[in-house]
Structure formats: structure tokens, C-alpha cells
């Protein structure tokens, strides 16, 4: 039978392998340089998504305080308002007013124990004491 296929030289063949090597070297490359672009990708992406989650608690904590402020704007806008601020705040009092203060007396004596002592005492005393 004949052969069909030439015989390359060494040196050829040597080029040849050669080319292969730094092909597959340029894929390798071109693998890894992907696969690290995808891995910045989603490290990137986990930051944004906490970056939002952390806008979004600070925009509630501002919608809470502009709730509160507008709350006490409007209690200000009127004059009943305004005076509670301001008796509030300074302890002022209209003419012929006069401030109250509520003392509590303790008590004289204190209380026997007439339940006799001990545990089956004290909870006899506490569930009949009329």
C-alpha cells in the first residue's frame, strides 16, 4: 500500500507542535481571564445588592423623621400648639394658674404577717386576705 501522508521534517513537526502549545496557552489565557472578570462581576454585584439594602434602611429612617418633623409642624401651626411647647418647654402659666403637686403619703404602718410563716402560710394569706 502506498502512503498518502507526507512525511514531515523534525523541524516541522517541531513548529508545529509549538503552535499548538502556544494556542492552547492563548485559550488557557483567555479561560482564566474570563473566569476572573465573572468572579469581580459578582463581588461587585454582592456589594450594590448591600449598598441598596442599606439606601433603602436610610430612606425609612428618613421617612420616619419626616414624619416626625411634619407631625410637629403642624402642632406648631396652631396657637394651642405653641403654647403646650412653650409651658412645656419653659414651665410657663397663664395668670391665676397655679401648679399642683401630688404627693404620695407612705404608708404608717406596715402590714402583719398574719398568715403565719412559711410557704403554705403566706399562700393561705394571699388567697383568703378579704
Not at 35 to 50: F, P, T
Not at 88 to 110: C, D, F, M, W
Request: hydrophobic residues 40%.
Amino acid at each position: 500500500m502506498r502512503e498518502f501522508k507526507k512525511r514531515r521534517s523534525s523541524r516541522a513537526g517541531l513548529t508545529h507542535f509549538f503552535l499548538r502549545l502556544g494556542g492552547a496557552l492563548l485559550l488557557l489565557c483567555i479561560t482564566l481571564g474570563a473566569v476572573k472578570a465573572a468572579w469581580d462581576m459578582y463581588g461587585r454585584l454582592a456589594m450594590a445588592a448591600q449598598g441598596q439594602q442599606e439606601a433603602a434602611a436610610e430612606l425609612a429612617d428618613m421617612e420616619k423623621e419626616h414624619a416626625r418633623v411634619s407631625t410637629s409642624v403642624q402642632e406648631l401651626s396652631s396657637s394651642r400648639g405653641q403654647e403646650e411647647l412653650v409651658r412645656e418647654r419653659y414651665g410657663l402659666v397663664k395668670p391665676g394658674e397655679g401648679v399642683v403637686q401630688i404627693v404620695h403619703n407612705a404608708p404608717t404602718s406596715t402590714p402583719s404577717n398574719n398568715g403565719g410563716g412559711g410557704f403554705f402560710g403566706r399562700l393561705f394569706h394571699t388567697l383568703f386576705s378579704w
